[in-house]
């Protein structure tokens, strides 16, 4: 079974509150699907990341065999087809991760995009990090009396 998304992570001041979001446009496999996660504070960098795992999770759970997704993250993107090595200590497990996922499939590919063509999935992004920020904000407000 194929299974195509498109994947963005989003953080507000780098690091500050942060999201990732899967876009999941319609196909023979099923209907538009739609994710996104609330990573609390967190890089941009990292935020694509949990993207990828969040879209790899999600064609796991699917059964696909075949797996393509698209960034408009060129460094994320590069260094999941090896181009690029991951220096940042905190970006080396997610990538390990990232990786291990990506061979459990017959087949995965990615791709970088164009932001233009990467808005439903930068719109998820953002709603997580706007739960983000909402949660970071309660956590950080005093009780009221």
């Known amino acids: 079974m194929k299974f195509h998304a498109f994947i963005d992570g989003a953080a507000r001041g780098n690091p500050g509150p942060a999201g990732a979001g899967v876009f999941v446009p319609a196909s023979e496999a099923g209907p538009t699907e739609e994710y996104f996660e609330a990573l609390g504070r967190a890089t ?26 698209a960034s408009d993250s060129l460094l994320l993107v590069q260094q999941m087809l090896g181009a690029y090595r991951v220096k940042a200590p905190h970006l080396q497990p997610l990538f390990a991760e990232a990786l291990r ?11 970088h995009v ?4 990467n808005k439903e999935a930068d719109r998820l992004a953002n709603l997580g990090a706007d739960l983000s920020e909402r949660r970071l904000a309660a956590a950080t ?5």
Do not use: C, M, T
Request: proline share 9%; hydrophobic share 40%; no cysteine.
């Open 44 to 69: 941009n960098n990292v935020a694509e990341y949990s993207a990828l795992l969040l879209a790899l999770a999600r064609a796991s759970e699917r059964g696909a065999s075949d797996v393509s997704i």
């Open 114 to 117: 164009p932001r233009e063509r």
């Open 101 to 111: 996922l990506a061979k459990s499939f017959r087949r995965f590919q990615i791709a």
């Open 141 to 145: 407000s005093p009780p009221r009396p």
